[in-house]
C-alpha cells in the first residue's frame, strides 16, 4: 500500500509506505497541520506505524514526527548532517530501515541542504527538494550548495534505474510523479547542462525566503514539538 499526500499551504507531500504483509509503515515528511488525517488513516487501515523520516529540516512547515512519536511511539529518522539532535535515528548514507520484510535505503544527496537525503524504496525514489519534477530544491539557505545538489544528482540519483519513480518533496505546479529517465532528458536545470551552467541557474533564481523559514527551521531541528514537551516525554 502507497498513498502520497499534499499539503495545500506549502505545496509538500508526504508519502506513506506500508508493507501489506506485517502492517508496518512509515510516513515521509508529514506536516504538523495534517496529524489527525494520519492518525485516522494509520486506524481505518490497521497500520503500526513504524518511522517518521524527514528528508531534511524544511523551511516552510513544520513536521508532524514529533507528535507522532508522542501520541503512537514511532521513531523519528533524519539525516545525521541536519543537526536535529532530537531525533531518534541519526540516518547515514547507506543506512537500510525495514518495514516487514520491505527495505528503505538512505541516500545521502546533500545540495538543497547540507542533510538532504532521499529514500529509495522497492522501484520509487523518495528525493525531497533534491531533485523535483523538471527542478530541484533552491540551495541558497540552510548551507545550501548549488555544486553539492549536481553532484548528488548526476553521481547519486541519476545512477538509479531509468525505471524507478521520482516522488518530489513539493510540487508547485500539480505534478505528482517523474521517472529518473524522464528527468535525464527533460528537466531543464540538467539535461544537457554542465556542471557551470547548473550552478549559474541556481545562483540566479532570486526567490523570495520561505513565509516560515524562521518558525520552521528551529521547530524542525527539534522534530516540530516544543522542547518543553520533549522533556515530558
Ligand atoms: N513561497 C514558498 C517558498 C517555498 C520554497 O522556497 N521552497 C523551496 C523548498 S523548501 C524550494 O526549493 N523551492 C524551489 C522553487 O520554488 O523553485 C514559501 O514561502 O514557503
Ligand atoms: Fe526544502
Not at 70 to 79: D, E, F, P, Q, Y
Request: glycine share 8%.
Amino acid at each position: 500500500m502507497f498513498k502520497q499526500m499534499f499539503d495545500t499551504e506549502s505545496s509538500t507531500y508526504t508519502y506513506l509506505l506500508v508493507d501489506d504483509n506485517s502492517r508496518e509503515a512509515v510516513l515521509i515528511d508529514p506536516v504538523a497541520s495534517h496529524i489527525e488525517d494520519y492518525i485516522s488513516m494509520i486506524t481505518l487501515h490497521n497500520l503500526q506505524l513504524k518511522y517518521g523520516l524527514e528528508t531534511h529540516v524544511h523551511a516552510d512547515h513544520i513536521t508532524a514526527s514529533g507528535m507522532l512519536r508522542k501520541k503512537l511511539a514511532i521513531k523519528t529518522g533524519v539525516s545525521e548532517l541536519c543537526g536535529a539532535s532530537a531525533a531518534d535515528i541519526q540516518l547515514k548514507d547507506g543506512d537500510v530501515l525495514t518495514i516487514g520484510s520491505q527495505t528503505i535505503q538512505v541516500i545521502a544527496t546533500p545540495g538543497h541542504t547540507p542533510g538532504s537525503a532521499s529514500y529509495l524504496w522497492n522501484d520509487r525514489i523518495f528525493t525531497g527538494d533534491a531533485l523535483l519534477i523538471n527542478g530541484c530544491g533552491r540551495t541558497d539557505f540552510q548551507g545550501g550548495s548549488a555544486e553539492m545538489q549536481y553532484n548528488s544528482i548526476m553521481n547519486k540519483l541519476f545512477t538509479l534505474s531509468d525505471d524507478t519513480l521520482v516522488y518530489p518533496g513539493h510540487d508547485y505546479n500539480g505534478r505528482r510523479v517523474s521517472s529518473i529517465a524522464q528527468e535525464k532528458n527533460i528537466n531543464s536545470r540538467l539535461a544537457g547542462k554542465t556542471r557551470d551552467a547548473f550552478i549559474e541557474i541556481m545562483n540566479n533564481l532570486n526567490l523570495p525566503k520561505p513565509k516560515l523559514i524562521d518558525i520552521a527551521v528551529p521547530a524542525n531541528r527539534i522534530c516540530g514539538v516544543p522542547e518543553p514537551e520533549i522533556a515530558q516525554g
